[in-house]
């Protein structure tokens, strides 16, 4: 008997679990919104841009995302799956620029548009894959690390003198090298006399950017100022930047605007972070995918705009976009 | 010599020992399939049921690698990272070394077979415990894979290895026959062989297998490096399939490895263990994992629900073991 009564129990559970789910299922799937990670404040605001975007273009959808942004083969088996409820669209964020490609060709196969979310595909790979990308939508990476470095250069003066910290992304990840690029291209340009003495990879990771910054700030004790490839390491570098006693001297920047960035930025802690708009990202793409489906024919790629937050800036409150950091 | 002569007790062979696969794996693969397609209208169909033997191919073929080793009474955590590694190896010597495809396959399985080699000796020759030296192998290899492609994937195959990963001989993915084949094979090995039946006697209890004649060590290296073969043969499969061989391929894949074959009756402590109970436990976890995504469940619960199937699944193995032996 006691045996049953555990199989029996199993599939309780079983049953609990899933239709815990189903509040999301729905018989008419619209658009098929595939994400990185849900973990991640980033891909939350975007999420709320795609419900907010699909209910002002009166459409559905279906998003799923994977454990982390590191689990490339898990979302291309989530991508084949979610081709199994034939959505009109595939809105996709891939995890790097190859892994969801077989995924996208059998997408086209089936007559299903797909966008490029966040820009992370690359056209030309693509086409040589034979996927056709109905349009990219995202923030311009390349400009935000130059905006960065605009920044950098008119609060310290284009004639400043000193070292500069570079601490990029993952190795290899596109999305770090174009924001460390773009701030080392700009910053020659605006003001040749800052130099950058170290480029560095901090693996998106706090721990990592907080090690890096003692290590650069006892090589070179004329640091004034570090470019961070986003929020969560910029926040690392702060705090080391604090402890050694040269909070004030030197200009620490990060790329993202989350939520952490802006209270450390208002307690005059973080000097900047060039914020990406990814409630705005999500919107947009929804309503261009609508009317790509409706025959309009839309931009290779469309950039949505980024801002630089500063103490000031927040304060003020005066920008637009502002309401769209979330 | 026979088992039965090195006085394994009957109680752990049993009734259910002669059975090719234990029961309660199977009730919980048919609740899965019976819920699910009651749950979704997507779900019973002959793609999906594909896009799943597809989705599990790789994790089943490293599941049979850690099965061997397991039931041995062995562990091999590298698994994941030899998958990453070998597949680098692969797609450098096809791209950048000039190696024709088939040699790049062979450095596949070379590389996982090195590897596992190195961790076998450690742990029979050096003494050193399998969970350390398998420990240290997961940073190395990984390491290693890094080092090789800079931390960038190496992207574009030969036609001939993309049809590997991607091509569907007779609709079916090809990934699939080299899982459903490996499966067979493997499965007559460990059940049917005497080199299988050793790798029982040495996980059950060691001091008989010596008894008995069985040269444990030089056995237990040999397991290592089958293990290590199949983590090759999984990363030839990564790299067929995703076209590129990705530095960060398979990271965490030996504990999802490891779970399907603990789900599939395998015992954690050795000394029990069949290939298709591994199959079964792959198959779980692959229809527990598409169904979920077909509901469109948050990944969040994803890893809950695989979490609680697991215990579940080894608490009615116990129950009916217990029962059993009284």
């Given amino acids: ?326 | 010599m026979t088992i039965e002569a090195a006085g394994i007790p009957e109680s752990k062979r049993g009734r259910r020992g002669r059975l090719m696969v234990r029961l309660e794996s199977v009730v919980v693969l048919a609740v899965l399939v019976a819920l699910l397609s009651v749950l979704s209208p997507y779900f019973l169909s002959v793609s999906n049921t594909l896009n799943i033997l597809l989705a599990t191919a790789v994790i089943g073929v490293l599941a049979f690698g850690a099965t061997f080793v397991i039931a041995a009474a062995g562990i091999d955590l590298s698994l994941g990272s030899v998958l990453g590694l070998s597949g680098v190896v692969g797609a450098l010597s096809i791209n950048a070394w000039g190696m024709p495809w088939p040699v790049g396959l062979l450095f596949c399985l070379g590389t996982g077979a090195l590897c596992g080699s190195i961790n076998g000796l450690l742990v029979a020759r050096a003494g050193i415990p399998a969970f350390i030296v398998t420990l240290g192998m997961l940073g190395v290899a990984r390491g290693l894979a890094l080092v090789l492609t800079n931390g960038v994937p190496v992207y574009g195959l030969d036609d001939a290895v993309v049809y590997i990963g991607q091509g569907r001989p007779a609709g079916v993915p090809f990934p699939v026959f080299v899982f459903l084949a490996a499966a067979a094979l493997l499965h007559l090995v460990l059940g049917h062989t005497r080199f299988g039946k050793y790798a029982l006697v040495i996980g059950d209890n060691e001091g008989a297998a010596r008894a008995m004649g069985v040269r444990v060590q030089r056995h237990r290296i040999a397991l290592y490096a089958l293990s290590g073969t199949m983590a090759g043969l999984a990363g030839l499969l990564f790299m067929a399939r995703t076209n590129a061989g990705d530095p960060t391929g398979g990271i965490n894949y030996e504990l999802t490895a490891i779970t399907a074959t603990i789900l599939g009756g395998t015992n954690l402590f050795g000394g029990r263990a069949t290939i298709a109970g591994t199959l079964i436990g792959a198959l779980i976890m692959g229809v527990l994992q598409n169904g979920l995504n077909l509901l469109a469940v948050s990944s969040f619960y994803q890893q809950m629900a695989i979490g609680t199937v697991l215990v579940l699944a080894v608490w009615l193995d116990q129950a009916n073991r217990a029962r059993g032996q009284r």
Wanted: glycine fraction near 8%.
């Fill in chain 1, 1 to 326: 008997m006691k045996p049953r009564t555990r199989t029996l129990a199993l599939a309780v559970v079983l049953f609990g679990v899933a239709p815990a789910a189903t509040t999301h299922a729905d018989d008419r799937p619209v658009y098929g919104v595939l994400l990185k990670t849900l973990s991640n404040p980033f891909w939350g605001a975007m999420e709320q841009g795609v419900r907010d975007g699909a209910k002002e273009a009166g459409v559905q959808y279906f998003m799923q995302a994977v454990e982390s942004d590191q689990a490339a083969e898990p979302q291309l088996n989530t991508c084949n799956t979610m081709l199994e409820r034939k959505p009109k669209a595939m809105i996709t964020a891939a995890i790097n620029s190859t892994i969801l490609l077989p995924c996208l060709k059998r997408a086209n196969e089936m007559g299903i548009p797909v966008v490029d979310l966040d820009a992370n595909l690359d056209h030309e790979i693509a086409r040589k894959a034979g996927v056709k990308i109905a349009f990219t939508i995202g923030s311009d990476n390349t400009a935000a690390g130059k905006q960065g470095a605009d920044w950098l250069a008119g609060k310290l003066g284009k004639d400043a003198r000193g070292a500069v910290l570079v601490i990029e992304g993952l190795s290899g990840n596109i999305t770090g090298q174009k924001r460390a690029q773009g701030f080392k291209e700009e910053l020659a340009g605006k003001a040749p006399q800052l130099k950058v003495v170290a480029s560095l990879p901090g693996d998106w990771d706090r721990q990592k950017a907080a090690n890096i910054t003692n290590d650069i700030m006892t090589r070179n004790p004329d640091l004034v100022a570090i470019f961070c490839a986003n929020d969560t390491m910029a926040l690392g570098a702060v705090e080391s930047a604090f402890a050694a006693g040269k909070g004030s001297k030197i200009t620490i920047i990060g790329v993202d605007g989350n939520v952490d960035a802006v209270k450390s930025i208002k307690s005059g802690r973080l000097a900047a972070s060039v914020a990406q708009l990814p409630y705005l990202v999500g919107k947009q793409a929804v309503a261009k995918t609508k009317a790509v489906l409706a025959g309009k024919k839309a931009d290779e790629y469309t950039y949505v705009t980024t801002l630089v937050l500063t103490k000031q800036v927040l304060a003020d409150n005066k920008d637009p976009n502002l309401k769209y950091l979330k």
